[in-house]
């Protein structure tokens, strides 16, 4: 369509303008350098293959194959990082982290008064401001508790009506099980109805929710890599017995099984790095879509996708990882059926 | 030079041998017929030659290598000293006449340069120099064949072999083709001719192999060539 447009404009001008027209034939740049250093330092310098590798309708299937198997390994893997780098964050978030709540309702089931709540947390808040071995205390007010539950009660609702616990947030010094322990005796000390969440439990349930996932992720990319492996060494092989005359050929007028496994090996390097640069690039895209759609969700139960700089750089690798099993594989499985001949 | 002793060969186990017991040498610079009825085991026994087979039992030796003894990496070398044309000629359809001549250089690691200047120089002297860089399908059969005969002498091989060489060809242009291999016979290679055409063996009196019941019956070099050398005189 655009070539279209250019095209009539041109007639245009040439209509219009015919004699005040020039034309200025740009000078070819000179790549006799580049395809001299190509030639010499390539692994693809011998691209007039003898055999006849470049026709035949599947290439195309096993570069939409490769295509396809890069972006799902890119789906993976994103997936495997963005789920390390959540367990990171909420690991790093809550390490040396703790909470005391004086709850509403007691364990014995009797209601504190709200004043009650405030008083406890008073004395709670100074005996822990003293100890050496908390770092930082902090009381939650109502704004910070509202903002806590706004995931699941929203932002319009009214607290002061409501009971609401007693919420101090600590930070510690690094302590050990002993120090923590002796800790939650002296908060037991100040104030009976006082109750620790170090969120050690519910975390670690967490993260192995999380690792499991990750293998999960893994043993995917795994299968990706095994039917990629397959799907390139059956293409190879249909390619040996479409074109047995040929290699048999090469093979009688004295071509080394290297010689003959090379040609199989740079067609596929450029197969896979297109099949891999495509699946990699829509893989990359989706990534960015849905880090996108994470970030603007407007909720905090669903968490942000963060693939971060390495991630991204492991990700880009994925194209090479996809040529060199394609190399590798092309090349044994040719070396394989050559040593069947005489 | 080129030694068979007492080679079996079949291509299928169930089958009865093609070849039965079968020994000869052959000289260094030597020039033979291989004659035989059809189905008589002329392109088996070719196969064999050129290492496109290997026999059940017997010993072969190319150019003093036994070839049952011989790593992959030496075969692959003696086979480089062998040129075929085959019947068919077996011309690569994606490759140019130029580069279809080019291939046992390429093969051989020779360097551009060389192979440019031997298969330029090669594809004039075949009268195919106008026709460089056309598709073997573009070619009468003519051409092919001359292509196919270029391509089995450019690396100078030791032993050439043709199956058949003059079957698809009229008499003029066969009788010319004999006369090349005449000329590479006199700067040292070996050649073996497949053929059951007796005016070609006849015209150019070499010696012969004669292929009967699966055997190999070698004409006497020396009776063959005094018998010639009465002919002559």
Known sequence: ???????????????????????????????????????????????????????????????LLISL?????????????????????????????????????????????????GQETIALYKMLSENKRVKSANVLNHED???LLSPWIGNDMNLEDLPLPGLIAIELHNIDEKGLKELTEEIEKTSQYAQLETHREWLSD??????????????????????????????????????????????????????????????????SFKGGMIGTSAGIAMTFILTLLSRNSGTDLIPVINIGLWGMALLLLIPVIVCSVAVITSYLTVLRSLAKMP | MIQFENVHFHYNKHAPDILHDVSFTLARGSYHFLTGPS?????SLIKLLFLGKIPQEGKITLFGSDTAAAS??????????????????????????????????????????????HV???????????????????????????????????????????????GNL???????????????????????IATHNPNIIEQFGHPCLRLVGGTVKQDNTEAHARKKIRHVF
Request: no cysteine; aromatic share 6%.
């Open chain 1, 1 to 63: 369509m655009f070539s279209k447009i250019l095209h009539i404009l041109h007639i245009k001008i040439i209509k219009t303008h015919w004699d005040s027209v020039k034309f200025y034939k740009l000078p070819k740049p000179d790549m006799s350098y580049i395809r001299a250093l190509f030639n010499r330092y390539s692994p693809l310098k011998d691209q007039n293959y003898d055999l006849p590798l470049n026709k035949g309708s599947d290439t195309n299937f096993l570069v």
């Open chain 1, 206 to 271: 967490l993260i192995n929710f999380a690792n499991t996932l990750q293998m999960l992720a893994l043993v995917v990319t795994l299968i990706i890599g095994s039917i990629t492996i397959i799907a390139i060494a059956y293409a190879v092989r249909t390619r040996l017995a479409l074109h047995h005359n040929e290699v048999a050929l090469l093979h009688h007028m004295g071509a080394s099984d290297n010689y003959i496994a090379r040609q199989f090996r740079n067609h596929a390097i450029i197969l």
């Open chain 2, 120 to 166: 330029n120089e090669l594809l004039d002297w075949v009268g195919l120099g106008d026709h460089k860089q056309n598709l073997p399908e573009t070619l009468s059969g003519g051409q092919q064949q001359r292509i196919a005969i270029a391509r089995a002498v450019i690396a100078q091989p030791k032993l050439l072999l043709a199956d058949e060489p003059t």
């Open chain 1, 69 to 117: 198997m890069s972006f799902l390994a890119v789906l993976a893997l994103s997936g495997s990082i963005a789920i390390n780098s959540m367990t990171n964050r909420w690991s790093s978030g809550l390490e040396n982290k703790i909470t005391i709540e004086i709850a509403v309702e007691t364990k014995e089931g009797h209601i504190l008064s709200q004043e009650t709540i």
């Open chain 2, 170 to 192: 009229d008499n003029e242009i066969g009788f010319r083709l004999m006369g090349l291999f005449e000329q590479l016979n006199r700067t040292g290679t070996t050649i073996v």
């Open chain 1, 145 to 147: 508790i509202q903002e």
């Open chain 2, 39 to 43: 189905g008589a085991g002329k392109t």
């Open chain 2, 72 to 117: 992959r990496k030496e075969l692959s070398e003696i086979r480089r000293n062998i040129g075929v044309v085959f019947q068919d000629f077996r011309l690569l359809g994606n490759l140019s006449a130029f580069d279809n001549v080019a291939l046992p250089l390429r093969i051989s690691g020779r360097p551009r340069e060389e192979i440019n200047n």
